[in-house]
């Protein structure tokens, strides 16, 4: 940003102090719209630019491309942005490996990044940064949830399962670090296995009262469906990832019943959250999951802090954000030390409404969580 | 670990396995005969979970779906046939893999516009959900019984068809020596079609019977085509005796192994360092099999090379 | 009488209950034509299988000079001295006459695995590899693609390529087959001319050529050899008369 | 003929040409997109090598392209968090210097080409394609479940390694070391078809029985063709690798091979310059495409499809007629 620029925006902020900043903002957004994977990028996408829609706001433009999930091409896309469309801020991305590989640069070149989605413990821990917001969560939070609430459902020794990748092994780092029952059997199985018969076999043989997942996408909806109709029959406990609105649909009846560690559902009662869920499904003929209600809280994030300070203005911008000043639709929403969310954690449960399934909050696991890294993130 | 987890974890792996015999067996066939490699098999495979999943989401039945994932798996099969693969039979392996390789695109994407990115649901049907109990005390799924004894029918009839009918002589001619076929007056082009509208039936079978217990989601079908070239390297390309037993031998190696290594890693390292290593060796223990099959018979248990 | 330079010992291969080459054994002595005739079938093609190594025997041996090869492949038999040609063609279609013979040079020098220096550059393969294929008479094809050549001119190139690699014992498998009388004269000619280079194994259906030809004659059925001997031997053999002329003579 | 070798120039002249302008418009993405087309033809003039010279259809050189990638990764990521790269037998530093990367990246490349092409040559034809796919693949999920170095989430290298003289986080300069290195790499690959060694390649590849009749293994020759190839491509993919400051085991996907292949192809299979073409095409492809429709792969795939039925020796072999030496 050159001097000249910025003694400019300096003079519009005296001139038009208190009011909303002309300065524009112009944001990136890369997520996954085709391919394996493209419904959470589509739902992101689609929650951001109805809070874009809704706020009007005409110094507000975005950018929008597609990574197809794979790493390479969101860094050639977060350079595209960064040197060609010379965007202030990137958000957009749903997976943890994306993120490593996009989020470091970006902040490094000084732009912001604003996380929908993926927020993985290097980023929230020693690799912290002031550029980078995750609006959504801390990756352990969710599991932490579920973990945090299993003894109240019963779960006392508890089979634990993940994809044998990074993200599964946080998982169950996660959930172990607030479950007080015994784990009484661990397992880490194939990315993108689709039979679970063996595990299933497992679960059935280990004396377990409970089982817990991590399965992510299709992953999630093959051991539902086959965990349902072995007959085990224990409780089921994840997090909200695995069964989400866009994925219960596929699972049916199986899903019914199975609870999930969460920071947002569609019934959490707050006039920003009735409001939102009503224009999405108007808007778009669905209920919205949990990615768009973060595509949604990111653009108003980002919305409320072009209302108080110039982008031209870093310091100025970063600490209108840090400020949280929007309606979340989760309720409260305060930013922690390592500029992740400190925020309550629920449980939901997978029920019938009508013809669709959806998720109802049946309890609260954690209140006012943070993270577990925060210690480590010095900034 | 009891004996009885070890039996239901072979039934589990004679399940997977007599699964990615009919996706190999529609392979081998394919290759047998008209010398092609096709890449898209995966495809037909998904093609067949969609039209199910689809069907019995309009119908209420499963048993409806079923009947269309076959219909419609060998319909996309035949319409390819016919405007795509009957022009690459002259070509090398090189065109075939890259037209193929196109056709998955194809496939793919258009499955995605015409579907959306979400998963569809299917579900077992009802007559077939829940366990049953075995002699012997063990709890089995009903539905993966049934699989194991359709796959084994499948085969047997695929046996049937190649050893004792018309077009199984002529499947058999077309093997041996496609100019010996012309010349007996058999209309060589739609023996080709039948046959792979055959293999793609058998594939799209396997996706819409599979896609009960899984996810039906646009690329479903890569993993499978990928492991159902093992079976055949395992087998022996042409064989449809060695795809079976390439089949059961893939389903048993890595259900067993999945289950067996972390276990045998627990012997000697930590529990949360042995499940990790364990489950990284076993994923890759398939390939391992595959290149000692290689190094004894480099052309498969019972190739003809 | 001296070595022999090709020696086979009771050879034995079966194929399923087939039993293509049964206890077959003969020698190839320098600077005779030695041919092997025989009805289709009759395991001619097995045998120079086995005897180039391209086949392994079930029991029995293959020398050379004295030296036992029978387990060494193909191509350590062709440094060996053994220069084979094919029945049906077998050149590299898209390399031009000169680099197929070039070809033979380097498996006979060997220095194949040198990445950088033009083949076509290094004179001393080259100016072998010309004066072979002037001496087949090709001279005027030298830079046209193998493919591109008509059937007796490739039958030639064979044996440019089978000449350039300086054998120490020639194994022909029906180098006259297809070729019009024309052109099986003049190869008859080089043949015969060959023989002083180094011995010759040769099978033929030609007969004019064979009896014109042969030093020696040995005839194989069913993977038998049934007689041995001078031309006139096995002429006068009322075995061999029945067994295979009486039918197979062909004009 | 005549042509091919005026069409090449223009294609090599064009490459360098692009990003100059892109520069001075003040495109510099333009000028990223240049450079992998430039690192993406290195990958398939080593493709080539196995494929147009030694007809070996390998379907699985998205391994060597991320071992190159992860050979970056491992000897630079110690380097940025200040811990040697390992201790024992001896101790050893990381390294953030190209020239050494990128002899690492071209080691690894040939001795994992070597372990799976002695697997994969005791057999040929479809069998090869599958095996070379299926390595492919093993080595994929090797990389996402193994527990060290990342796993799915690959290593992210923070600051582009150096190279004497060069500022490679500028564009265009770490564009010109791309295209110098391709330069080089199409001078080799041309020489290496003219030697006595391509000779015998083009032999094995066309005549194998007679190639061994005149005393020299088919095996071993495509044997070290493959390494060679696996080589060139493993730099391509250390390039890749540190263009994107990151590398993850998408880059070993079977997808990855793919691509790779359908480059070679859209160029022209056996033309010198065929990955350069073929590069250029499918970036120039992917973005008109993505540009117009979200199902773009559909599009792409039909054009595939129209290329391998109606085009036969791809982009070369359209403009410059007449098949060259590939069956």
């Not at chain 4, 194998?208 to 005149?214: I, S, T």
Request: contains cysteine; hydrophobic residues 50%.
């Amino acid at each position: 940003m050159n001097a000249t620029k910025t003694l400019l925006a300096a003079a519009a902020a005296l001139v038009t102090a208190g009011a909303a900043l002309a300065e524009p903002v112009k944001v990136g957004m890369i997520t996954t719209l085709s391919g394996g994977g493209a419904s959470l990028g589509l739902d992101t996408r689609d929650g951001f630019m109805l809070a874009v829609k809704q706020a009007n706001n005409p110094d507000l433009e975005v950018v929008i491309e597609d990574d197809q999930r794979k790493p390479d091409i969101a860094v050639q896309l977060a350079d595209k942005m960064i040197q060609s469309d010379k965007v202030d801020v990137l958000t957009g991305i749903v997976w943890s490996n994306l993120a490593m590989a996009v989020v470091p640069a970006a902040t490094a070149q000084g732009k912001f990044y604003l996380s929908t989605n993926a927020a993985p413990s290097a980023l929230a821990g020693k690799g912290c940064n002031p550029n980078y917001f995750s609006v959504s969560y801390q990756n352990d939070n969710l599991h932490e949830a579920a973990g945090a609430y299993a003894a109240t459902a019963g779960i006392t020794k508890a089979f634990i399962m993940a994809p044998n990748y990074p993200a599964g092994k946080d998982s169950l780092t996660g959930f172990k670090r607030f479950y007080e029952g015994e784990v009484v059997g661990e397992v880490y199985t194939k990315l993108g296995q689709t039979d679970y018969a063996g595990e299933i076999a497992q679960i059935r043989a280990s004396g377990a009262d409970g089982v817990f997942i991590f399965l992510p996408g299709g992953m999630g909806i093959s051991f539902v469906k086959q965990y349902a109709d072995s007959g085990v029959g224990l409780p089921l406990i994840g997090p909200a990832f695995s069964f989400d609105q866009s994925i219960i649909q596929a699972m049916g009846d199986s899903a019914l019943g199975v609870l999930n560690g969460a920071n947002w559902s569609p019934d959490l009662d707050n006039a920003a959250n009735a409001t939102f869920v009503e224009t999405f499904s108007a808007e778009y003929g669905r209920l919205p999951s949990v990615y768009a209600s973060y595509g949604y809280d990111t653009a108003n994030l980002l919305l409320s802090a072009m209302a108080k300070a110039s982008v031209a203005d870093a310091d100025a911008f970063r600490a209108a954000l840090k400020e949280a000043d929007f309606d979340s639709v989760r309720g409260k929403f305060a930013f922690g030390p390592s500029n992740h969310p400190v925020q309550d954690l629920y449980v939901r449960e997978v029920v019938r409404d009508g013809d669709i399934l959806t998720n109802r909050i049946v309890g609260t696991a954690m209140e006012d969580r943070g993270n577990a890294y925060e210690g480590e993130c010095k900034m | 670990m009891s004996a009885m987890l070890l039996i239901e974890q072979a039934l589990n792996g004679l399940q997977y396995g007599v699964m990615l015999f009919l996706m190999a067996a529609g392979l081998t066939l394919v290759f047998g005969v008209m010398g092609l490699i096709n890449l898209a098999h995966g495809s037909l495979y998904m093609v067949g979970a969609f039209a199910c999943a689809g069907v019995a989401a309009a119908t209420g039945s499963f048993w409806l779906g079923l009947a269309a994932s076959l219909a419609a798996a060998a319909a996309a099969g035949a319409i390819v046939e016919l405007t795509v693969i009957r022009r690459l039979y002259a070509r090398d392996h090189l065109d075939q893999v890259l037209a193929t390789f196109a056709l998955i695109l194809v496939f793919s994407e258009g499955t995605r516009w015409l579907f959306g990115s979400f998963p569809l649901y299917l579900d077992i049907p009802a007559a077939l959900a829940g366990p049953i109990t075995l002699p012997g005390g063990i709890e089995y799924p009903l539905y993966r019984l049934v699989l194991i004894g359709i796959g084994l029918a499948v085969a047997a009839g695929l046996f049937w068809l190649i050893g004792a009918t018309r077009l199984g002589v002529r499947i058999r001619a077309g093997e041996a020596d496609r100019e010996m076929i012309a010349a007996l007056g058999v209309d060589i082009s739609r023996l080709y079609t039948i046959v792979f509208a055959l293999g793609a039936a058998l594939a799209g079978l396997a996706g819409a019977l599979v896609g009960a217990l899984q996810s039906v989601q646009v690329g479903m079908g890569e993993p499978v085509l990928i492991l159902a070239f093992v079976v055949i390297v395992i087998g022996g390309i042409g064989s449809i005796k060695g795809a079976l037993v390439g089949a059961i031998l893939v389903g048993l190696t890595d259900t067993l192994g999945r289950f067996l290594l972390p276990a045998a890693f627990g012997t000697f390292l930590p529990p949360s360092e042995a499940t990790s290593i364990g489950a990284a060796l076993a994923s890759m223990l398939i390939y391992i099999l595959m290149a000692a099959i290689l190094v004894i018979r480099p052309g498969g248990l019972y190739g003809r090379v | 009488m001296t070595e022999p330079v090709l020696e086979v010992r009771e050879l034995h291969i079966a194929f399923g209950a087939l039993k293509a080459t049964d206890g077959v054994s003969l020698t190839l002595r320098a600077g005779e034509i030695h041919a092997l005739i025989g009805p289709n079938g009759a395991g001619k093609s097995t045998l120079i299988g086995l005897i180039a190594g391209s086949l392994s025997p079930d029991a029995g041996q293959v020398r050379m000079n004295g030296q036992d090869v029978t387990g060494q492949d193909v191509a350590a038999r062709a440094r060996a001295g053994l220069a084979r040609s094919f029945q049906v063609s077998a050149v590299a279609p898209d390399l031009t006459v000169l680099q197929n013979v070039v070809l033979a040079v380097q498996g006979a020098r060997g220095g194949s695995y040198r990445f950088l220096r033009r083949a076509l550059s290094d004179r001393s393969l080259t100016e072998t590899a010309t004066a072979q294929i002037d001496r087949v008479g090709l001279a005027p094809c030298r830079a046209i693609p193998a493919g591109d050549l008509a059937h007796g001119q490739r039958r030639r190139l064979e044996l440019a390529m089978a000449l350039a690699q300086r054998p120490r014992a020639f194994v022909l498998d029906e180098p006259m087959a297809g070729m019009g009388p024309d052109g099986a004269r003049e190869m008859t000619v080089l043949l015969d001319d060959l023989r002083h280079e180094a011995p010759i194994l040769l099978v033929e259906h030609d007969m004019d050529a064979v009896f014109r030809l042969a030093d020696r004659i040995s005839v194989l059925v069913a993977g038998r050899i049934i007689a041995s001997g001078t031309v006139d031997q096995i002429r006068a053999d009322d075995q061999v008369q029945t067994a295979y002329l009486g039918e197979e003579r062909l004009p | 003929m005549r042509r091919e070798p005026l069409i090449n120039l223009v294609i090599i002249l064009l490459l360098l040409a692009v990003p100059l302008t892109a520069q001075a418009m003040d495109e510099p993405f333009i000028v990223t997109l240049a450079t992998k087309v430039a690192i993406l033809a290195l990958a398939g003039v080593g493709l080539n090598i196995a494929l147009g010279l030694g007809g070996m259809v390998s379907l699985g050189h998205a391994a060597f392209f991320g071992i190159g990638g992860y050979m970056m990764a491992v000897l630079a990521a110690p380097v940025q968090a200040y811990e040697p790269l390992m201790t024992w037998p001896i101790e050893l530093a990381g390294t953030k210097s190209m020239p050494l990367i990128w002899l690492g990246a071209v080691i690894a490349g040939a001795l994992g080409a070597l372990a799976i092409g002695a697997l994969s040559l005791r057999t040929s034809g479809v069998y090869f394609i599958m095996i070379t796919l299926a390595f492919g693949q093993m080595l994929y999920y090797f990389a996402i479940s193994w527990p060290a170095y990342g796993g799915e989430d690959g290593i992210a290298i923070y600051v582009r390694n150096g190279f004497p003289g060069l500022n490679t986080l500028d564009p265009l300069q770490f564009f010109a070391l791309a295209y110098a290195v391709l330069l080089l790499a199409l001078l080799l690959a041309h020489r290496l078809g003219a030697s006595p060694f391509g000779l015998a390649l083009a032999g094995a590849r066309q005549a194998p029985a007679r190639v061994a009749a005149l005393g020299i293994r088919p095996y071993s020759l495509k044997l070290t063709a493959f390494v060679l190839s696996g080589a060139v491509t493993a730099l391509a993919g250390a390039l890749y690798a540190d263009l994107n400051r990151f590398v993850s085991p998408s880059m070993l996907s079977w997808h990855t091979s793919g691509e790779i292949m359908v480059l070679v192809i859209l160029g022209g299979v056996g033309r010198l310059f065929g990955p350069v073409a073929g590069a250029a095409l499918y970036i120039l492809l992917e973005h008109l495409l993505g540009g117009i429709s979200e199902h773009w792969q559909f599009f792409l795939g039909l054009i595939l499809l129209g290329i391998v039925l109606f085009a036969r020796g791809g982009l070369i072999g359209t403009l410059a007629g007449r098949e060259v030496a590939h069956d």
